[in-house]
């Protein structure tokens, strides 16, 4: 006999979730407030053009977000660097390029970073001194939480130009907020994992398709091979637990009876859904601490090729990191596309300046800096420009968060929580959502078996 199971939000924590159950042989019912699957990893169509709300990267080490890529087949549609390699642009001219060596971690990054030109001869000496006191740094060790990396950085020698013309490049966009403000136990999973672990663990991989192809219609035509049911256009409005086991998924104008529930969704959407006594209130409570940190990404379209390489990061620039999206978005076929046009997008983190600021501005600041990173863009017409913005990207990672991110487990049987936000140990991220979504579905089947349930 199989147990029934809802998983609430069909981001990529939810997906994992309900293939890991379905899996095992539970009666799965995925249900998704969206007309779609992906949650924060989706893509939508303009006048023809696939466009990714966010552009997404992951790494090397990233090994449960690789394992459902390869679950979904997915693997193959996407490219991961054979070494580490990204070329940092300055304006005027100036580039770098970080890319490992061969010899193990934390070797693998020395002559780079030995060379890099944006820095001092003093500077760069000063990175080994952070980069080795870091391998005494425990993600897990309650006072790291509580440091700011920037304040860590400078009583380590970093000067307020190491810490924004190397450091940042790294931390901000990982950890969605400003390098400085990052709780010290979340850098600490970044930098052991990038500069101190594995050499190959911060090798950079990307989609090859638009996100929603990548993960949400896989996971649909997965989990509806699976046997699972996906619900669309499934907002759920409450949780209630059964007086002899089991709950009531309510829906607008439905319920679902379930033996199980996995409770997938943003922080903020989790807090009100939780049924009283699944979790002391002050903690639920808390998840309000654990706030929003936007992403903007600026996508550019130029009627010519202004960047030769699939992917930079600039510094001394207001822009970040730049991917070139031609071949993804399907540019030819679209209402854009003209053969050799070349479409860029931008992606800012920890982008509180831009979130709300209009289109018009950002197009008079941003079209500019480009053409000072890209002496091709400066005779480059541009002939499409627009603006996605995820106000609630991630969670401010900052310190005290890690205080506040639950554990898979409630304390209700047959309630298990998942998402990018819980404590995985990694900070907010697709790697952190898979993780979530594996913890959980253990921690389900762990708890049923306790209570009669049959796994
Ligand atoms: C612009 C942007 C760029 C990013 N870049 C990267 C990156 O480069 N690398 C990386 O690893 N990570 C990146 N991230 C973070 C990564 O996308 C997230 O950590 C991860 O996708 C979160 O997955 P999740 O399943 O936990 O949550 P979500 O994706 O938020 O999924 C939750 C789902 O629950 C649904 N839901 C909410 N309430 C209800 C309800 N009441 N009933 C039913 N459904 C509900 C939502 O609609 C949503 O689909 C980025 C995020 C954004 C927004």
């Known amino acids: 006999m199989s147990f029934k199971v809802a998983v609430i939000g069909g981001g990529l924590a939810g997906i994992t979730a309900a293939i890991a159950l379905a899996e095992s042989g539970a009666d799965v019912t995925l249900l998704e407030g969206r007309p779609r699957l992906g949650g924060a990893t989706c893509s939508f169509s303009r006048d023809g053009l696939t466009v990714d709300t966010g552009q997404h990267v992951f790494l090397g080490c990233c090994s449960a977000y690789r394992g459902l890529l390869a679950r979904l087949g997915m693997t193959e ?8 390699d990204v070329t940092v642009l300055a304006p005027g001219g100036k580039k770098a390029r970080l890319r490992r060596t061969a010899l193990p971690g934390p070797l693998h990054m ?6 890099y030109p944006f820095l001092s001869l003093a500077e760069r000496a000063s990175v080994a001194r952070p980069a080795l006191a870091m391998r005494f740094v425990d993600p897990a060790d309650p006072a790291a939480d509580t440091q700011r990396f920037g304040d860590w950085l400078a009583q380590r020698g970093q000067s307020e130009r190491t810490r924004r013309a190397l450091w940042d490049l790294f931390s901000v966009s990982a950890l969605n907020i400003a390098g400085d403000d990052a709780s010290l136990a979340l850098a600490a999973v970044v930098v052991k994992t990038g500069l101190l672990g594995k050499n190959n663990a911060a090798d950079i991989g990307v989609a090859a398709l638009p996100l929603g192809e990548l993960h949400g219609d896989a996971g649909a035509t997965l989990l509806a091979k699976l046997g699972a049911q996906v619900a669309l256009n499934a907002k759920v409005t409450a949780i209630e637990p059964n007086q002899d086991g089991g709950y009531r998924v309510r829906l607008a104008d439905d319920e679902l009876p379930t033996d199980a529930v996995v409770l997938a969704v943003p922080h903020e959407k989790a807090a009100p859904l939780m049924p009283p006594g699944a979790l002391p209130d002050e903690t639920v409570a808390g998840w309000a601490g654990l706030g929003a940190s936007p992403i903007v990404n600026v996508h550019v379209i130029y009627d010519r090729p202004v960047m030769d390489l699939p992917f930079v990061a600039a510094i001394d620039s207001p822009v970040q990191w730049v991917f ?3 071949k993804i978005s399907g540019i030819s076929a679209s209402k854009h596309g003209r053969p050799g046009h070349q479409y860029l997008a931008i992606s800012l983190s920890a982008a509180d300046q831009y979130a709300d600021t209009p289109v018009a501005q950002l197009q008079e600041q941003f079209v500019p800096a480009l053409a000072e990173l890209f002496p091709a863009a400066r005779d480059a017409t541009v002939t499409e420009f627009f603006v996605t913005r995820e106000r609630r990207a991630t969670f401010r990672q900052a310190p005290g968060s890690g205080a506040l991110r639950p554990k898979a487990a409630t304390q209700m049987p047959g309630l298990a929580l998942a998402g990018a936000w819980t404590d995985t140990g990694w900070p907010d991220t697709m790697e952190g ?4 979504g594996l913890t959980a579905a253990a921690q389900l089947k762990a708890s049923l078996s306790t209570i009669g349930v049959p796994k």
């Open 77 to 84: 549609h996407t490219t991961l660097q054979d070494r580490f």
């Open 110 to 115: 020395l002559p780079a970073l030995g060379r």
């Open 324 to 326: 070139d999206r031609t």
């Open 433 to 436: 959502a898979v993780r979530s």
